[in-house]
């Protein structure tokens, strides 16, 4: 902060000079509003940096010929701002602008024609409108091709450039040509601790940190830390978003513990070094919700994710996409508590925004409405879960490449819902059209295969095929085994999972195995009242059960219910697991031989919980209390959240 209010000083005292020394509508003095802007944009106040810039243009207009150059530049700064406050058609409408003087003033090869091209191409890939971005980005290459020579850095942007359309599209192998592209370049044009050599080396981490090869993904977030480290001041931004990156490499490996440290320290720099509501200020409080998230601390994701919306509310437009990633992260939160009608409230606050500032085939647009179709899916009201996941599908299949990660996601959140409903073989169907693309799509030990081998082997678990189920089971654990920190709550899922077949199978010691592995993991992995610590103590409770052991069972589903209580709101439907259980198995010590239907002759299926890999329904026949009915489903569905 203290640079910026520095140069705010000098600027102002140059631009009081200008104003007594030169008449009222000198370039001279625009250029003084220029800078001011360009300072206040660096500050993120971007009506601050649009009032200045625009004086400048007012000047510009009055004082020079209608196609001169500065005039153009004028444009693209008052582009640049809407294209940060997230107004893209504004964005658009002042880059066209700029580029119209351009192309009447400039050759047709003018590297300056080139930037036009970027800029414009830069708000259809804000846009998600991934193929007109690449056309624009293109039409740069082309000019900066014929115009400078091949080792020059404004190339090798050209290519980095390129690279980010095709990690947007999901063709992560496209994009690593054209980052190394960049990178090559880039090694050989500038000193090897040039902050641009770090850019480079974010970008190819990031695409590896897209195909879930966290190490490889680590050792570029590193190497370019390295470099902003020796040549950056302590306290300047691009460092905080350096340890930022590396957060998040850690987070999704699940050391939970190493993304707190970085993003902390991140923050720390954001806050010495920003305005109190600099958008980036926003991002870090976001972070750090999300690891809060993650470990289950609801209450204190809550907190983080609020100050992340407080920052955007008075920094952003009333439509920032921006705003509605705040709006989606905390229903998500709610979501997870169980209290569906706030989360429905934000996800639709989400939609609203993304409705107004997003093109109708914007892939944003249908993250909303999946968010929304996975509530329903949880609230039990299945018609709606399907109209709304296949809104998304549909934007996704117009928006995206066939094969990319996310319309998977798509066909698995569908395929939950058919779940849900009873229907296996539907389900199984989406799985298998899920696993192919992520097959075709991403690296053999990518998370997201893993999920959907635990999909797969779920429905085969629920056809009773349990031989089939074990073997996918056990393809997600080895994916899990190598990709994950060996801590991480993903791996309990598995372990928990495969434990279920067995004592589905009546192999209780595999069964005890599995479950006190899940055990071990989640007590080091996460607080002492999550709700992943619940189902585990349900399912060895479910394990004793089998058993006949009704005490121990009972001593396993209070724990279950002693952490939920706790964790979860009064009305959350896991918590009426527990009723049903403690029900059941006190009924059972009481009258060992009461009968447990397997299919009811009568009596009414009601959805009474679900957690992240244990979804269970309860039968209870109102004319007889001892006769119950209760089935254990696994599945795993995918919540998007942003940045």
Do not use: W
Not at 289 to 312: E, H, T, W
Not at 458 to 478: D, I, Q, V, W
């Amino acid at each position: 902060m203290g640079d910026y209010s520095k140069a705010l000083e000098f600027y102002e005292k140059a631009h009081q000079i200008y104003e007594k020394a030169l008449p009222p509508n000198h370039p001279s003095l625009a250029t003084s509003y220029n800078n001011i802007g360009g300072v206040y944009h660096d500050m993120g106040d971007y009506s601050k940096a649009l009032e200045f810039y625009e004086k400048a243009h007012k000047t510009y207009e009055k004082a020079l010929p209608p196609n001169h150059p500065s005039l153009a530049t004028s444009y693209n700064n008052i582009g640049l701002v809407y294209n940060n406050m997230g107004d893209y058609s504004k964005a658009l409408e002042f880059y066209e602008k700029a580029y119209k003087i351009k192309e009447k003033s400039l050759p047709p090869n003018h590297p300056e024609l080139a930037t036009s091209y970027n800029n414009i191409g830069l708000v259809y890939n804000n846009m998600g409108d991934y193929s007109k971005a690449l056309e624009f980005y293109e039409k740069a290459h082309k000019i900066k091709e014929k115009a400078l020579p091949p080792n020059h850095p404004e190339l090798a942007t050209s290519y980095g450039n390129i690279g980010e359309v095709y990690n947007n599209i999901g063709d992560y192998s496209k994009a690593l040509e054209f980052y190394q592209k960049d990178l090559e370049i880039t090694k050989k044009a500038l000193p090897p601790n040039h902050p641009s050599l770090a850019t480079s080396y974010n970008n190819i981490g990031l695409v590896y940190y897209n195909m879930s090869d966290y190490p490889k993904a680590l050792e570029f977030y590193e190497k370019a830390n390295r470099i902003y480290e020796k040549v950056l001041p302590p306290n300047h931004p691009s460092l905080a978003k350096a340890y930022g990156n590396i957060g998040q490499v850690y987070n999704n490996m699940g050391d939970y513990s190493k993304t707190l440290e970085f993003y902390e320290k991140a923050h720390q720099i954001y806050e010495k070094a920003l305005p109190p509501n600099h958008p980036d200020l926003g991002f870090s409080y976001n972070n750090i919700g999300q690891v809060y998230n993650n470990i289950g601390d609801y209450s204190k994701a809550l907190v983080f994710y609020d100050k992340a919306l407080k920052i955007r509310e008075k920094a952003l437009l009333p439509n920032h996409p921006t705003l509605a990633t705040s709006y989606n992260n905390i229903g998500q939160v709610y979501n997870k508590m169980g209290d569906y009608s706030k989360a429905l409230e934000y996800y639709e606050k989400a939609l609203k925004i993304s409705k107004k500032a997003l093109p109708p085939n914007h892939p944003d647009l249908a993250t909303s409405y999946n968010n929304i179709g996975l509530v329903y899916n949880n609230m039990g009201d299945y018609p709606k879960a399907l109209e709304f996941h296949d809104k998304a599908h549909k934007i996704y299949e117009k928006a995206l490449s066939p094969n990319h990660p996310d319309l998977a996601i798509s066909y698995s959140d569908i395929g939950l819902v058919y779940n849900n409903m009873g229907d296996y073989s539907k389900a199984l169907e989406l799985y298998d059209k899920a696993h192919k693309i992520y097959e075709t799509a991403l690296p053999a030990n990518h998370s997201h295969l893993a999920t959907s081998y635990n999909n797969i082997g779920t429905m085969y678990k629920n056809m009773c095929n349990y031989a089939k189920a074990l073997e996918c089971y056990e393809k997600a654990l080895k994916i899990r085994e190598k990709a994950v920190f060996p801590n991480h709550a993903d791996l309990a899922i598995c372990y928990g999972t495969i434990g279920q077949v067995y004592n589905d199978i009546g192999n209780y010691s595999k069964a005890f195995d599995f479950h006190n592995q899940a055990h071990k993991i989640f007590e080091k992995a996460l607080p002492p009242n999550h709700p992943h610590l619940a189902t585990c103590y349900n399912n060895i409770g479910q394990v004793y059960y089998s058993m006949g052991d009704y005490s121990k069972a009972l001593d396993f589903y209070e724990r279950a219910y002693k952490i939920r209580e706790q964790a979860l709101p009064p009305d959350h439907p896991d918590l009426a697991i527990c009723y049903v259980l403690f029900y059941i198995s006190s009924i059972k010590i009481i009258l060992p031989m009461s009968v447990f239907l397997v299919q009811p002759a009568s009596g009414t299926n009601v959805k009474v919980g679900v957690d992240d890999f244990n979804i269970t329904y309860a039968t209870i026949e109102t004319d007889s209390v001892s006769n119950c009915h209760f089935i254990l489903i696994d599945g795993e569905y995918e919540e998007r959240q942003f940045a």
